[in-house]
């Protein structure tokens, strides 16, 4: 199975999970193993200043040596995007970015504009930007033409668990592009993500489908199985699809039994 | 001095970003931590000579979660 | 991940192979090994008197230790499936079968009062039947009410790679009887099986999908990983899907920017 | 529009309808009058000896003069099924029947032994029989060669409202028989009329879709619209798919703006 | 059927048709005529000043009486979209325009920053703008909230005539915004328009599903139907769906035949 | 006599069919009623002289409501 | 005096946007037609005393077919 | 004697099924062949027994691929 490259660093699993919602840190860091991943995002809030945060999500993550990715979640402009990928800079030691700049926080569709804005200022500050956007060929193409190291158009709002909405523009913005594209948000369970990567998705990013199953380590597991499946799947190049059957046993030197067609 | 310091007015003796940090007991020098004053970025190697001003908006802010 | 046990066998694999169109018994014998399969169909054919048949394939599976399932592919009659089902026991000492009885040869259906005909007679006769069936509820309950050990409807034509055409049928099946469902042709690529054990299936029997892959090894690999990925996604029970978004990152904590709505 | 022939009638709707579950029969009869459907099911039930049956179905529908086509519904072995259609040919004066043999009464699917010794059976007594089946091409290709009038394939189960489950299969039982094809059940709103006839199906038979409308009036004159508007497409011959764009205006003779490139 | 009201004109056709692409001015006539519909869109080129240009096609349908609809087909600039409605006012005296700012020619998607930009400037100038979008609840919010007299989300690329792709975001959009929704280009065939008034669109904007169709008359008129079906579906309410069966003859009264469930 | 008329049974002095349907107000020659006995149709025409015997099972059916 | 119409150059006597309609047989008054002069419209009543210069670029549109 | 071997008609000295198999050099005693004689499986320990007689139609048959 070929490796994911994004900008300049090499990846063997095409798998990112983002780490939100988990039931407690300890199914968190298992499932994260389980799954094989080795990006996870992080979020940027305020600290808490009037108690300890007991529970430092980040420590666990340095711990396990996974590439950090934060994101600019929750930002509705781009001025709020870039200034929060600049504090994640500063705060995790990483020019990454995931670049999300949402319309609004009943779709968490993203803005476009903004989206182009934002991604647009971080790429000349050197940021290595990963913008959450529309399966919308035109803006993919601005945002990989500008620059940035990959382009991730949603299967279907994020959290929604809906799958592959329209698998038709994911296969356009893949022919019109040249940088990594990776489906972001909207898969649901394993056959969304072995079907993402079937269109020749270079990797997929997801949070809820694990950390909202009934049993996230287990479909860790499962999810790093759908996703080699439906890359190497769409490596080997399938059969063609027909409307009629084609036997798969022999058809000549069946014997004959009498009145067998009586 | 007055500081709006994430969101709350808070009222401080801290001259620098570091004396303020220090004053809330943020762990500075640890990773996953970083600071802006009025919406532009204070760096690490900064925080201890930044002077602070009356009615400055700071954010003081870590990674957490996030999908 | 749960074993799948037929009549009175346990297997750890929930893929069965088909031997059929392989581009040569070389890819066959490493796409067999690869997908993890314990259980290989074969059909019977007029032994070849004028010359030898050099490729032996069954000398293959037996080296390899695999569970052999004969079919009855071909067989338009009870007659004729109840008569290859017995050679098949006699040739290969097993009285297990995978009962085909079909209609025609351009949709490969089975022919269903036939089939249920045949695998009446070979349950008395002590036959471990598998019998390859519509998606119809009311045949499959039939089927497994009168000992099948198995019910095997199809997702889609045999040959055909069409998938799973219509899942809420298997999902009815699934509900309606206790032995085993495994879904016996139409899968066509990764997805697919995923799909299939999502929904409940216990197995999936495939050949084409694999044999007439570009790269069948291949796709043996990516088909082990898809039935473990459904079936793991099957057990780990799924999140639920929801028409909006639910935002994974925090919503409380975000910092403030100036200006950032205006 | 091309008109519909069974046996040796002629319609110029190809639209069918059940009579059963209307809020109340005054609906009843504006819906089917407003459908403009030509024919009507009724079933057969037990007359009430202890008072009289105030609502007379029967009478309504012969006055507003449809032509009446009494079902088997509820019978599971061919045996009641024949006699309920010979109570049908005495009570109404018509050798035609819907042949219903069910094989329970949670999917309401066909028992397809049954139903082929009911329809055998009933075609030697003179019966003209439109027979629910499964969307299975080879009972229904049995049922069109030992002369039923008609085939008439579930699209999804009676009174679900699951629309159209497997085109596929559909369009194979168009292609394999020569008699009308009729979707009998599973239409649940207008579309899934007009996918059926753009199919190429014959007609449609519904019951539920608008009965249990919240307006069946209004639904009634819905579905008659989709399957005109279904078999005209299917007659017109519709363009042709395509991944990509095409403009439809003209793309020479735009005017030149200054900079509009840049 | 309830009217449709785009700005302060009200309409009885909720089927809006392009002019371009019919084989001939006469079939564009007659199948303009049998859809019924009262809004129809024309392009602004260069006039062709070497010869007189034969064909008026303005004429015809000045003539025949309908709301003539300028679009800005081909503009890839906000400079270029408003000069050309700027044009268009002034050659056809009508301040209406369907604003398109396509990306580019392979997929004519719109490029949604000139689209917002060049909206916002024709609304200023006072012309009443509906604008073809993506199906884009944030980008379409954005059209509606600025004053656009209707939005216009594709169902699928233009001239595709893949049909609805991602009904979900069309229902989402529906429930944002307060102006009409109007599904422009994607429609195949009849269905595909009636799939769109169910899910509670005002209208449907269509071209090559009829110009590009073997019998564009013909499918004009399937087209005039599916509209309406889908329209009054959706006013009537549709049952609900449920996956199991529910009989609609009644179940209770069914005579007894002796040895009917031996 | 005793008789199972649709399901129940029943006493009765009639002796033929058209007897026990006058004996339930049944409309006899309307269109949409069908008698069957022990299992097999009694045309309408020989209504009047089909003689009932002890034991006989009767099913009287009309056309109703249908799907 | 040299003018840059629909694309092609062209060589021309006419002074006004109206002349040159006339030259080129475009019927100025009927509906559907429209005049850019330099990326500007030129409205119907103005076409008459337009004064046209070196080097314009004039486009000539119609209403013509369109999706 | 003629039989029918898996449809073809063959001339033959064999009276048994086992000397009709080392005619035909099928290897008798090893996994994966099947005989039917007139429709009914002859079993592996009754081959050297079993009498052919004229007409007879012989099915050998083997496992072979499938699906």
Redesign the interface.
């Known amino acids: 199975m070929s490796k994911l490259t994004i900008a300049d660093k090499e990846f063997d699993s095409r798998l990112i999970l983002g780490s939100a919602r988990f039931p407690d840190p300890d199914t968190m860091r298992r499932s994260l193993k389980v799954s094989g991943t080795e990006i996870v995002t992080v979020a940027l809030r305020r600290a808490n200043l009037d108690r300890d945060d007991s529970e430092d999500i980040l420590s666990y993550l340095d711990q396990d040596d996974y590439f950090i990715l934060p994101n600019t979640a929750g930002c509705y402009t781009a001025k709020e995007a870039v200034l929060t990928a600049q504090m994640a800079r500063e705060a995790l030691g990483t020019n990454w970015v995931k670049l999300e700049v949402i319309g609004d926080d009943e779709t968490l569709f993203p803005d476009v504009p903004e989206l182009l804005k934002a991604a647009e200022q971080l790429i000349m500050e050197d940021f290595v930007v990963l913008p959450y956007a529309n399966d919308d060929p035109i803006t993919c193409k601005k945002l990989a033409d500008m620059g940035c190291a990959a382009v991730m158009p949603l299967g279907a709002p994020i959290g929604s668990g809906m799958g592959i909405r329209n698998p038709y523009n994911l296969q356009i913005i893949r022919e019109q592009v040249e940088v990594p594209v990776i489906v972001d948000a909207g898969v649901g369970t394993a056959s969304d993500a072995a079907i993402a990567m079937e269109l020749g998705m270079d990797a997929v990013l997801m949070n809820s489908a694990i950390s909202q199953a009934k049993h996230p380590v287990k479909m860790a597991e499962a999810m790093k199985l759908a996703i080699d499946a439906g890359r190497l799947a769409y490596e080997s190049g399938r059969m063609t699809r027909r409307l009629y059957a084609k036997a798969s046993s022999p058809v000549e030197g069946k014997m004959e039994v009498t009145g067998a067609n009586e | 001095m007055k500081l709006h310091?994430?969101?709350?007015t808070v009222d401080t003796n801290a001259e620098t970003v570091q004396e303020l940090l220090r004053q809330?007991?943020?762990e500075g020098n640890g990773?996953?931590?970083?600071?802006?004053v009025?919406?532009s970025?204070v760096?690490?190697e900064n925080w201890n000579e930044y002077q602070l001003n009356e009615e400055d908006?700071i954010?003081?802010?870590?990674?957490?979660?996030?999908?």
Chains 1, 3, 4, 5 share one sequence.
């Open positions: 310091v994430n969101g709350d809330f007991d943020v990773k996953g931590t970083a600071i802006a009025n919406d970025v760096p690490k908006r954010e003081i802010i870590r990674a957490t979660q996030g999908g």
